[in-house]
């Protein structure tokens, strides 16, 4: 659906067409982007106000696949402010992942008391050093206490 916007997908049009719209097509696919993502986030809201079970995790499951797969094409501060605001932090912990923000991803972790879910993102293999290690230092009682 997205690929196609860019030209990577075909989108109907040859070569000689796309010359001079990549800038315009890239553009156009993070508007639809940002589209489809508050139209993913609102009906992930209304499916848990109106508590319905079966919908409700189903809609946060297409907002989680779609954070997923598009997420090279949201723009971050767009996205993030938009799942702050509407109260999905695990949504916005799990975009963090996807997208290699992990100063924010630990750091939500260990504020929600998440701490096996912010021990298992540390053993992941991407997270560079120093993102580590800035975490650890953050929960240093030492640090809390004035020692």
Not at 72 to 99: F, N
Request: glycine share 10%.
């Amino acid at each position: 659906m997205l690929d196609d916007v860019d030209g990577r997908g075909g989108g109907g049009r040859g070569r000689e067409g796309r010359e001079g719209h990549e800038g315009h097509d890239a553009a156009l696919a993070k508007k639809l982007a940002s589209w489809l993502l508050d139209l993913h986030v609102s009906r992930a809201c209304a499916a848990e106000e109106e508590e319905e079970e079966d919908d409700g995790g189903a809609a946060a499951g297409e907002l989680t696949t779609f954070l997923s797969a598009y997420a090279p094409r949201l723009d971050a501060a767009a996205t993030k402010k938009l799942l702050t605001e509407s109260g999905r932090l695990d949504d916005l912990a799990h975009y963090a992942e996807v997208i290699g923000a992990w100063d924010d991803v630990l750091s939500h972790r260990v504020r929600h008391g998440q701490y096996a879910k912010a021990f298992e993102a540390m053993r992941d293999a991407n997270v560079p050093s120093d993102a580590k290690a800035r975490s650890i230092s953050h929960w240093s009682p030492y640090d809390r206490v004035g020692v």
